[in-house]
């Protein structure tokens, strides 16, 4: 389609249509000229000595006249078809000996008298062929067709009637033009092709030097996208050992926490209420088991057991529960919003915030009641665990604040943490169209 040519592609196509438009006008204006002699030496009734020059006698004018044109016109529509895609070597080959056989069937029904058309034929041949040899094929295949040119030629030197017998039968002045006009055609022709192959070959060299630049680039590429993918893998690994460190961390630490505390209150109660600490040695019991489970888990690159049974803000009551149970530590949970839409990746950081935070208060601020208090505001879910611990004024950043802040950040959220009359922490936690209040108030 003329559309997908390029600006090199398009002239090359208008000068070869140029030259195939010079040419037909040639063989019309030669056909016709000797057509229209002959007529001319019958009318005069000079045809017995225009005879006696000839070694054969030629076809009669009209015949002569329309086996020409006839002959160019097949001519076209076969390079028509050589320089049409989608044709495999086969049907090319044979396209091209086709238009080697019409070229001689031309020159020889014009009287060897124009020879120009073998370049249309070089011209095609030339524009098809892409090899890696394709300069030494090309002066080949050119050198081969003009040789079986001449040598066609040669045979048929004795079986045509020459341009000269018909230029004769004018005055010597006449003679003159007509052959100094033969010549012209000749040479303007061979301006054109060279012109032709001058485009041609620039067309290519270019075309030559555009995939050479993209290939540069394309090189390029796949140098930068192997350092991306290593960059990847090697985030990547990242990821997944701070991954298994913070799920180690903070179900360990959640579990450990609550069972200690556990046995505190078994110690004590073992003497006075042996009843009591047994029930209270079964739920240390079931928080081991569950703090086993959690680990095998995170090993296993699976979410918390509770948020695979159930939905988050039943998980997150569970959890919550359980630990009050087995730790002793008074756990209230306020309830202002859940956002009605959450991904996985959400729940488990919400989970693994509370979780973390409920821990964090027993573990190092030895608190014996936290609130805690979810709700949904503009634009973010936050969670405020509060309580009343000994507090810290200067706490440290180990491993349960670095691991929160660091589930908030690949959730773009933020981690937010002071003292005073206890400890209080705050995450918050994006949610754009997925917030929805459900306002509500639960106790543990």
Same mark, same amino acid.
């Given at each position: 389609m003329a559309g997908e040519y390029t600006w090199e592609e398009r002239r090359l196509e208008w000068l070869y249509g140029l030259l195939g438009l010079y040419n037909g006008l040639v063989v019309l204006l030669m056909a016709g000229? *000797? =057509?229209?002699?002959?007529e001319k030496i019958v009318n005069s009734m000079t045809a017995h000595a225009f005879l006696t020059t000839l070694p054969i006698v030629p076809l009669p004018a009209s015949k002569g006249?329309?086996? =020409?044109?006839?002959?160019?016109?097949?001519?076209?529509?076969?390079g028509k078809l050589y320089r049409h895609g989608g044709m495999t070597s086969g049907q090319l080959h044979l396209i091209f000996a086709a238009e080697i056989g019409i070229c001689m069937l031309l020159m020889k029904s014009l009287n060897l008298a124009y020879d120009g058309i073998v370049l249309l034929a070089v011209a095609d041949l030339m524009h098809r062929y892409h090899g890696e040899n394709q300069s030494?094929?090309?002066?080949?295949?050119?050198?081969?067709?003009?040789?079986?040119? !001449?040598? !066609? *030629?040669?045979i048929f030197q004795r079986h045509v009637a020459p341009f000269d017998v018909y230029t004769a039968y004018y005055r010597p002045e006449v003679q003159s033009v007509l052959l100094a006009i033969k010549n012209g055609f000749q040479s303007f022709n061979i301006v054109l092709f060279v012109l032709y192959l001058v485009l041609l070959v620039q067309s290519k060299h270019h075309e030559k030097e555009r995939i050479a630049s993209l290939n540069k680039q394309l090189e390029e590429a796949n140098v930068q996208l192997r350092a991306y993918a290593l960059e990847a893998e090697r985030t990547a690994e990242t990821r997944e050992r701070n991954r298994l460190a913070r799920e180690i961390h903070d179900t360990l630490g959640h579990t450990l926490t609550g069972i200690v505390a556990g046995l505190d209150a078994c110690i004590v109660l073992v003497d006075a209420v042996p009843t009591a600490a047994k029930k209270q040695l079964e739920k240390i019991r079931e928080t081991a088991? /569950?703090?086993?489970? #959690?680990?095998?888990? =995170?090993?296993?690159?699976?979410?918390? #057991? #509770?948020?695979?049974?159930?939905?988050?803000?039943?998980?997150v009551k569970k959890v919550i529960a359980e630990f009050s149970a087995s730790s002793g530590v008074e756990i209230h949970l306020v309830e202002l919003g859940w956002p009605e839409k959450l991904r996985e990746d959400e729940e488990e950081v919400i989970y693994r915030i509370v979780q973390e935070g409920i821990t964090n208060a027993r573990r190092h601020g030895m608190a014996t009641k936290v609130t805690v208090t979810c709700g949904t505001e503009p634009g973010r879910f936050y969670? *405020?665990?509060? #309580? !009343?611990?000994?507090?810290?004024d200067k706490?440290? /950043?180990?491993?349960?604040?670095? /691991?929160?802040?660091?589930?908030?950040?690949?959730? /773009?959220g933020r981690l937010r943490y002071w003292s005073d009359k206890g400890f209080t922490l705050e995450a918050t936690i994006p949610m754009g169209k997925n917030v929805m209040d459900n306002n509500g108030e639960a106790d543990v």
């Open positions: 000229f *000797m =057509s229209l002699t002959q006249f329309l086996l =020409s044109v006839g002959a160019y016109a097949l001519l076209i529509l076969l030494w094929l090309l002066l080949g295949a050119m050198l081969g067709i003009y040789f079986m040119a !001449n040598y !066609n *030629m040669a088991r /569950h703090g086993i489970v #959690d680990v095998r888990r =995170s090993v296993k690159k699976l979410r918390p #057991d #509770d948020l695979e049974k159930m939905p988050l803000q039943q998980a969670i *405020m665990i509060a #309580d !009343n611990g000994k507090g810290c706490p440290q /950043h180990g491993f349960g604040l670095r /691991h929160m802040e660091e589930r908030l950040e690949l959730l /773009h």
